[in-house]
Nanobody, 125 residues
């Protein structure tokens, strides 16, 4: 099964920025729609953002709209989550996952297939 690896997590101050990356060393991510999810301490995992195979369409959870940007780079085989103006409420383990759909589908746990192990983002002063 495809194995994804997230990177870029760490500690950041409120109002700061962070960029997460999702990659796989096995195959290209080019043919997969990708989702970013997060699990805050003591809470369930929730969808943050998803991007289609071609990158022309994306979804964002209301709480991150206008602050987070999902993108993909075919040349580097990476999918990014740019996080701007972060708040303590963004503290969570962030996961990327491949979707079971390509160009249209739900950005939700049940519609994802392969998952990474997550990267921790801590927003604190």
């Amino acid at each position: 099964q495809l194995q994804l690896v997230e990177s870029g997590g760490g500690k950041v101050q409120p109002g700061g920025s962070l960029t997460l990356s999702c990659r796989t060393s096995q195959y290209t991510l080019e043919y997969y729609a990708i989702g970013w999810f997060r699990q805050a301490p003591g809470k369930g995992r929730k969808a943050v953002s998803c991007i289609t195979v071609g990158g022309s369409s994306s979804y964002y959870e209301d709480a991150v709209k206008g602050r987070f940007t999902i993108s993909r780079d075919k040349a580097t085989n990476l999918v990014y989550l740019q996080m701007n103006n972060v708040t303590p409420e963004d503290t969570a383990v962030y996961y990327c996952a491949t979707a079971t759909w390509s160009d249209y589908g739900p950005c939700d746990d049940y519609a994802m297939d392969a998952w990474g192990k997550g990267t921790l983002v801590t927003v604190s002063s």
